[in-house]
Nanobody
Framework: QVQLVESGGGLVQPGGSLRLSCVASGFTFIVYGMSWYRQPPGKGRELVASISWNGSSSNYTDSVKGRFTIFRDNAKSTVYLQMNRMIPEDTAVYYC????????WGQGTQVTVSS
């Protein structure tokens, strides 16, 4: 069965960095685009970044452009989100998603940006 397992969340000070990982299994990873979403406290889930199946194209929501980078390692069936220069507004539960007709979600990982 399809599984997406996120890791790498935690507490970080403003200006700091974190790298999230999402390990995929149960499907042919290289065929699918992947995305990272986040859900801030008390708010809806929002798209953060997406990457194509081969990593040749990516896009970002405006609030993270220049700070976050999405990339993937198809040999490891893993998609990453490198987060730099983090701000308190980045606090959220972060989810990875397999894109396509049938979407699958991971369980999420908590990221808290606070001094």
């Amino acid at each position: 069965q399809v599984q997406l397992v996120e890791s790498g969340g935690g507490l970080v000070q403003p200006g700091g960095s974190l790298r999230l990982s999402c390990v995929a299994s149960g499907f042919t990873f290289i065929v699918y685009g992947m995305s990272w979403y986040r859900q801030p406290p008390g708010k809806g889930r929002e798209l953060v970044a997406s990457i194509s199946w081969n990593g040749s194209s990516s896009n970002y929501t405006d609030s993270v452009k220049g700070r976050f980078t999405i990339f993937r390692d198809n040999a490891k069936s893993t998609v990453y989100l490198q987060m730099n220069r983090m701000i308190p507004e980045d606090t959220a539960v972060y989810y990875c998603r397999r894109d396509g007709i049938n979407n699958y979600w991971g369980q999420g990982t908590q990221v808290t940006v606070s001094s």
